[in-house]
């Protein structure tokens, strides 16, 4: 009881020091491990551009291993982008032929951002993928634009193991996100280990109804990461 009751206070303090620590400003964190302060951060799929007093600042992606927006209040990490072997087009593949460039084009790239979504040993990661919409509003034949988000896990810069979870490709809906199905359950049983409370917790939050959503996968893993810095 004495345990549960010093942990439950170092876990509060820990949430009390990351609320105290929130960021006011965009930065980035280079390769050699140094933290710069910037106005802006803007990234591109071949560079990091920054702002600081209206000076302009250029970096190549393999420069920079991480950044942050405040405005979204979103971390992004460098990942590498594993090579897909690609095959030229049948000349008569017309639709192929038309779009291999782009196939080309996302093949040169060695690295690419995702958004880290928890902070610590378990690392959770959402890729959104944008999907134009066609036509125009208010007329026939339109439809709006949606997205489709990609999960991946790890642990600390371990390689990224995808989330397996249902189809969540929604018009005029940007908000959807992880929820705790059955697949996601079993991920997290493995990667969230050593903890009685926390698998309890995890268990509690699988069989309630409705179904745990994004937002409480996310607190249970960092709640998770704090314990595993605590216990250090």
């Not at 400003?25 to 560079?47: H, L």
């Not at 990661?125 to 026939?140: K, N, P, R, S, Y």
Request: with cysteine; proline share 2%; hydrophobic share 35%.
């Amino acid at each position: 009881m004495k345990e549960k009751k010093i942990y439950k206070i170092t876990l509060l303090a820990l949430l009390f020091c990351s609320y105290c620590g929130a960021q006011t400003s965009d930065f980035i964190v280079t390769t050699a491990q140094d933290t710069i302060y910037v106005d802006k951060v803007t990234v591109t799929d071949f560079g990091v551009k920054t702002k600081v007093a209206g000076n302009k600042k250029k970096y190549q992606v393999d420069e920079i291993i991480s950044y942050y927006t405040v405005n979204k209040n979103e971390y992004y990490e460098r990942i590498p982008v594993e090579k897909k072997e690609r095959k030229a087009p049948d000349r008569y593949d017309y639709q192929r032929n038309e779009n291999f460039y782009l196939e080309q084009y996302k093949n040169d790239k060695q690295y690419k951002f995702i958004q880290r979504l928890t902070q610590g040993k378990v690392k959770l990661f959402c890729e959104v993928e944008i999907l134009g919409g066609t036509g125009t509003a208010g007329q026939a034949g339109y439809f709006a634009p949606s997205e489709k988000r990609f999960y991946y896990i790890a642990i600390y810069d371990s390689k990224l193991e995808p989330i397996t979870k249902e189809s969540n490709i929604k018009l005029f809906d940007f908000n959807h996100g992880l929820t705790l199905n059955t697949a996601v359950y079993e991920v997290l049983k493995l990667y969230l280990y050593g903890n009685e409370d926390i698998a309890v917790k995890l268990d509690n939050l699988f069989n309630s109804k409705p179904i745990a959503k994004e937002k409480q996968i996310i607190e249970l893993i960092n709640e998770y990461n704090l314990w595993v810095k605590s216990n250090k």
